[in-house]
């Protein structure tokens, strides 16, 4: 069955420390993207990847840092945490380029996202 | 780049009465809708989307209207249940981008309580 596997579920940080989020699309070829959601707010937009390749990019912070590997999945590293990055992260895929039906290239499935605590 | 705002934030219906929410964005190149169902702590879930091309889709008791000119969409949501009860997200996208860059920008979210 299609869908978005992330992990860790939870993850508890110091300030000042790096944290590795990671997100599995399945089936693998998928276009990925990252959103940050703060406590009572809406997602936002940080980076999307295409094959491999960063397609868009949007609020993230230098600290941050996100690739795709050769097996679609993908990694947000982030750095220097501070208080103000605990949030929710979602990664959602959507079919893209490979979509065999052009309205469902852009259906972005969430997955079931990370929990970041910096404390 | 694109702003979508979403009214009300909080909205309290009976249950079996009709709940709407409003949303409207910037960009006029915009042409995918999506609405979102989110619990807490949970994922958005995509419950109904319409695209730029077509004015009204409804599945069940869900139903989303578009005016393009306006630039505004609506939710309606019939016989609403305690079971609706949830923070909802409307957004907007310009689909039809290759290479994978259709990235949502979304309301601030409603927060719908269906009373008993």
């Known amino acids: 069955a299609a869908g978005v596997i992330q992990s860790p579920r939870h993850l508890i940080k110091e300030k000042r420390e790096t944290a590795t989020l990671k997100c599995y699309p399945i089936p693998r070829h998928d276009t990925v993207y990252w959103y940050q959601q703060g406590p009572g707010q809406d997602p936002q937009f940080l980076i999307s990847f295409y094959e491999k390749m960063q397609s868009d990019k949007g609020s993230i912070p230098d600290r941050f840092s996100a690739q795709q590997f050769s097996d679609y999945h993908s990694e947000l590293n982030m750095s220097s945490l501070e208080l103000g990055d605990s949030a929710l992260y979602f990664c959602?895929?959507?079919?893209?380029?490979?979509?065999?039906?052009?309205?469902?290239?852009?259906?972005?499935?969430f997955g079931a996202g990370t929990r970041l605590s910096v404390l | 780049g694109e702003n979508v705002e979403q009214h009300p934030s909080t909205l309290s219906v009976q249950e079996g009465d009709s709940a709407v929410i409003k949303c409207t964005y910037s960009?006029?190149?915009?042409?995918?809708f999506p609405w979102y169902k989110q619990e807490l702590g949970k994922r958005p879930q995509l419950i109904i989307d319409i695209r730029s091309n077509v004015g009204e889709k409804k599945d069940q008791r869900i139903a989303v209207t578009l005016n393009k000119t306006a630039k505004h969409f609506s939710l309606h949501i019939t016989e609403t249940q305690p079971e609706d009860s949830a923070v909802y997200f409307c957004a907007a996208s310009i689909s039809g981008l290759t290479g994978g860059g259709n990235k949502l920008t979304f309301g601030t979210g409603t927060q719908l309580k269906v009373e008993l």
């Open positions: 959602a895929r959507s079919l893209g380029d490979w979509g065999t039906r052009s309205k469902d290239k852009n259906i972005q499935y």
């Open positions: 960009d006029s190149a915009s042409n995918y």
